[in-house]
């Protein structure tokens, strides 16, 4: 692979390129044939000076000129089919690796290892220099060429070519070497600094109610500090470098005509051959000048490639899943601990319960006792660290997630909508009828809120639903658990922001969900809304520590 340095199992984007080779394939027989183009120059001049200077045939000078100009016509011409090739294989490229790659931050940032959007950019980045930066490589391979036909103008431009294009090659490991690491702990910075700035500017409101903008600021400050100092000691060490090989390319041009000057006045070349050889020797060196060039964008894209590869690897679960029956809503545990991402402890420790399709279960307990933890388990978005926890008797990873999760209807406890209407912010941003929107959102007891707004369920709630207030966005996001009633319904919290009118409805669909044999798991710290629960589940301390009937447990 083009950025590969070790050899592991192949991920979605070594496929990716492996897809896209008919155009690095295509690009290079096109480089072939532009190089070989290449030539038309000198090979004019060398006429020029030779023949047509000293014949002073006109009619020879306008034949060779406009099969030139049709010459470079194509040259060209296949220039820019080259790139669009090369383009035609990005979005190939682009197209194959988004998917798996968008899954893999989700995943990622589900697991708290980070990537988030900085992923999206290493994409770009691989793509744009598999699309643009590649070429100056396409051409390097036919460096040679250029050194033999050079050699056969006179033997001195060829050992002149050879031995400026070693210098030149030395110069490019000297700038690889001075440049790479700076370049890459720059990166890293930046990475951390945007995070950090993202993280602090999400809490806008808290930073200016409670003057804390100036510490965060600071902090920002730091980091950004140690991107920029990074960034100046790779440019400091590249542009040494850089600037040493535009003075050896002077001064090869300088021998070049210096030399050529010497041959032709001492009778053993040509006036053409001389400026002929000035340009088959700068035409030797160029791809490599141009591979120099792009060098920092090779760094920057191998940087990205190695941090994508590592991503997907980690989130690489390797499984495809089988079709699975729609779940009828048995839940059950067995001996199931559940460990928060980035943490060392279990928050929740050998849960084992059996809840059948259609009964209502309530869990209460003080806070912090792992509440959330078992709901996040139940939903699949924290994997146990041991035991299994199951649906309709299938472990949820042997579940497809994309297909499960439209059997699951999940209200958390910080709630987030997304940018968009109210009707795709229901039906999860995928294909809807507007019936099941608008049956959501009356068992929600949103819909006359939902009228009500400028535009109905057309309405634009901005990002994070920022135009609606917390109630609404807390009743929004129930309908959205509750869109086309799935099998298992669970929610954490869910009247922690709510008020008389939407506790009201929050009861009413509950009772409406049981009447239908969904099943319903809630946490809550208030009890008005136990009179729905067939069983509640006392969790302490990271256990469940009773179990049982409503009544039951009531009486206890």
């Not at 793509?127 to 050699?151: H, K, N, Y």
């Not at 409805?505 to 509950?510: G, H, R, V």
Request: contains cysteine.
């Amino acid at each position: 692979m083009i950025f590969s340095r070790r050899v592991d199992k192949p991920t979605i984007l070594d496929q990716a390129v492996v897809a896209m080779r008919p155009a690095l394939i295509a690009a290079m027989v096109f480089s072939f044939f532009i190089n070989i183009l290449a030539l038309v120059s000198p090979l004019y001049m060398l006429q020029v000076y030779d023949r047509v200077l000293s014949s002073r045939n006109v009619s020879t000078l306008v034949v060779l000129t406009l099969i030139c100009i049709f010459l470079f016509l194509i040259y060209g011409a296949l220039e820019a089919l080259r790139t669009q090739v090369l383009v035609r294989g990005g979005l190939k490229f682009d197209a194959m690796a988004r998917d798996p790659i968008f899954k893999s931050v989700l995943d990622s940032t589900l697991n708290k290892r980070g990537s988030g959007a900085q992923a999206f950019r290493d994409m770009d980045s691989v793509r744009e220099f598999m699309t643009g930066g590649l070429i100056a490589f396409c051409d390097a391979p036919w460096t040679p060429v250029f050194i033999i036909v050079s050699w056969m103008l006179h033997p001195f431009f060829g050992v002149l070519a050879l031995i400026a294009s070693i210098i030149t090659f030395g110069l490019a490991i000297m700038n690889d070497r001075a440049t790479n690491k700076p370049v890459q702990l720059a990166t890293m910075a930046s990475i951390a600094a945007q995070q950090d700035a993202g993280a602090t500017l999400r809490q806008a409101e808290v930073l200016k109610a409670m003057g804390m903008w100036g510490g965060l600021q600071a902090r920002w400050r730091v980091r950004r500090d140690e991107q920029v100092a990074w960034q100046a000691a790779s440019s400091d060490a590249g542009g040494a470098v850089m600037s040493g090989i535009k003075v050896f390319r002077q001064i090869v041009q300088t021998l070049i005509l210096g030399g050529g000057a010497y041959l032709a006045i001492k009778g053993e070349i040509s006036p053409g051959s001389m400026i002929a050889g000035s340009i088959l020797v700068g035409r030797a060196l160029a791809p490599i000048e141009g591979a120099i060039g792009q060098w920092k964008g090779f760094i920057g894209a191998r940087g990205s490639w190695d941090r994508l590869q590592a991503m997907l690897r980690a989130e690489a679960d390797g499984a495809d899943h089988m079709d699975l029956p729609e779940p009828r809503g048995i839940l059950s545990a067995e001996a199931a601990s559940i460990i928060p991402p980035g943490a060392k402890a279990p928050t929740m420790r050998q849960a084992s319960f059996r809840i059948d399709a259609g009964a209502a279960v309530a869990i209460v307990g003080p806070s912090s006792a792992g509440k959330s933890s078992l709901l996040r388990g139940i939903v699949g978005v924290w994997p146990c660290a041991a035991g299994v926890i199951r649906l309709d008797g299938y472990d949820l990873r042997q579940w497809d997630p994309e297909k499960l999760g439209r059997h699951i209807g999940y209200l958390p406890q910080d709630i987030e909508l997304f940018s968009g209407t109210v009707a795709q912010n229901i039906a999860r941003f995928g294909e809807f009828e507007a019936n099941d929107v608008i049956e959501a959102a009356k068992m929600a007891g949103v819909h006359e809120m939902i009228q009500a707004l400028p535009d109905g369920y057309d309405t634009a709630i901005g990002e994070g639903g920022a135009s609606l207030s917390g109630g609404h966005r807390q009743r929004l996001a129930l309908a959205r658990a509750l869109f086309r009633q799935p099998a298992l319904i669970v929610l954490d919290e869910p009247n922690a922001s709510l008020d008389q009118v939407g506790e009201a409805a929050l009861t009413q669909a509950m009772a409406k969900l049981k009447a239908a044999g969904r099943t319903v798991v809630f946490a809550t710290h208030k009890v008005n809304i136990l009179s729905q629960a067939d069983y509640i589940m006392v969790i302490n301390q990271g256990v469940i520590s009773d179990f049982g009937e409503r009544e039951v447990m009531l009486a206890k």
